[in-house]
C-alpha cells in the first residue's frame, strides 16, 4: 500500500508521499515515489505515484526516455508540452498504456491484474499551478478550491484531518502541518504505509521545487509533532461534551 | 455501507450503530441495526449488523424463530446456550446458512453475491462479558483488553479516535463519548452511513439492556458535541508545533 497527498493551495503545492511497497506482507522494501521534472523558472512537474511499482516505474522511465529523446516534441514530452492540462494528459496515456501492457502480462500467468494512479502537480512559466489525480485508466480529475487536496493509497484514515483544517488559504507551515498529521494518522493504522516520508513544497509562481526533506524513522520533529497531537487529542476529547 | 462500533470496558459493554442501507445511490432507506435478545438478570445478547439486508433479516428472523420453537434446547436457541462462546458460535452458523442460501439464489441471476457481519455482545449470569465480531464465514473473533473494540462497515474513518483514548478502564460516559465521535468522523466522510443513531450501554453483571437512545438527524447534544470537536480539532492543530 501508499498514501500519498497533495494540497493546491494559493500559497503553492504541498506534497508528501511514503516509501514502503510491499509484495506481500513478508517481502517490504522502500521506494521513492515523489518525483520531480523541472526546468527552473520554466516549469516544474512533481509526481506521486501509487500501486504497482512495475507499473510505477516503467511509466517513470516511458516519460523520461521520451523527455531525453532526439525528436522530443510538444506532443512527445512533458518538458514541453504547451500546458500542464496536456502534461496530465500525456503522463495518463503513459500510464493507462503501461498498465495495461502489464496486466496483459500477468493476466497469461493468471496472477492479479497490476494497478497503478499517480498524483500530478506542477506550474509552467505564465500558467497557473494545477494537480491531478491521474486514474489507472489514463482518465483524470483536478483539485479546485472546493477540494483544495487529492489523495491516493490508504486514504481514509488520514482524511478526516484534511477536511476539517485545509482550505485554499491555508499557509504553505500550515499545509506542511496539516499533511503531516494526515500522514500520521495513517502510519498508525495501515501497517503497509511507512517511513522514510518524503515532503516538498512547490512554491506559487516558482517553477521550481523548494524545499524538499526526507523525513527518516525516529525524526525528532516528527515524533514530537506526533505526540504532542496525540496529546492535543486526548485534552480535546476530556474538553469536548455530551 | 454502515458503521457499527462496539466497546468491551470493565464496567460494561456501549454499543453504536447507524442506520442508513441503500441499494445504489438512489435507493437510500432507515433500517434498525441493533438488536437485542434478553431475559433481565439472566442474560442479554445484543447483535448490530452490516452487509446485505436480507442477510441479515432472515439471519435474525430464523434466530427469533428457533427462540419461539416449542422444542427449543440449548442447541438451538440463543436464549438457551449455556455460553456466550455458544451463542456465537450458534449465531455464526445462522448467518452462514442464511449468506450461502442467499448467495446461491443471487448466483442464479447472475447478481452480485450477498454478504453480511454482525458484532455480537452480551453476558449469562455467572458468565463473563463478552463481545464477538462474526465474519460472513460464521467464523468469528473476540474483543480482549488488547482491542477492546470491534467495529464492522466502514471502520476506517473512526478507527483513529477509537486507537488513541479507548482502554479498558475507560468510563462509560467517556465510552459514550468515544463512540459518538468516531460516528461524527465517519458521517461526515462516507454518505453512505447515516442518522438516525442507535446508542446502548449494557452494565457489567446487569445482564439487561441498560440505557438505550436513539439520536435523530439533528439531535442538539449531537450536533453541540461535533461543532465543539472540530472546534477542539482545529485549536489543537494550532497548538502543535513542527
Known sequence: MTYCVG???NA???LLSDTRTNAGLDNIATYRKMFFFEEPGERVIAIMTAGSLSVTQTTL???QEAIDDEMADETTSIMLAPTMLQVATMIGDTLSRTRREISDQCRELKQSQASASMIVAGQRAD?????FLIYPE????EATDDTPFLQIGEHKYGK???DRVVTPATSLPDAQKAVLLSMDSTLRSNLSVGMPLD????EKDACAVGATRRILDGDADFMQMSSAWSAALRDSFVKVSI
Open 7 to 9: 494540497l493546491k493551495l
Open 12 to 14: 503553492g503545492l504541498v
Open 138 to 141: 489514463g482518465n483524470f480529475i
Open 199 to 202: 515532503l516538498a513544497i512547490i
Open 160 to 162: 478526516p484531518i484534511l
Open 61 to 63: 522511465a516511458r516519460l
Open 127 to 131: 500558467g497557473d499551478m494545477r494537480m
